[in-house]
């Protein structure tokens, strides 16, 4: 059944390439696979939390 949907998916979304590497199913549809991780990088979040404090700063 595993091999069936992997099979049949048109792209297969996981969180690191070690996934895929480590995979006994997911080896052979590797061309299939995008990795998306989980996290963001810090560099992203501090920009955010800088834009939010100018925004803050501009309402008072």
Excluded at 2 to 9: G, P, Q, S, Y
Excluded at 35 to 50: A, L, Q
Aim: aromatic share 8%.
């Amino acid at each position: 059944m595993i091999h069936h949907t992997l099979e049949r998916a048109e792209r297969i979304v996981v969180s690191s390439p070690g996934i895929i590497k480590h995979s006994c199913y997911l080896q052979q549809y590797a061309d299939k696979c995008r990795v998306i991780p989980f996290c963001v990088d810090d560099s992203y979040i501090e920009k955010g939390v800088r834009s939010f404090l100018d925004v803050s700063e501009k309402k008072k």
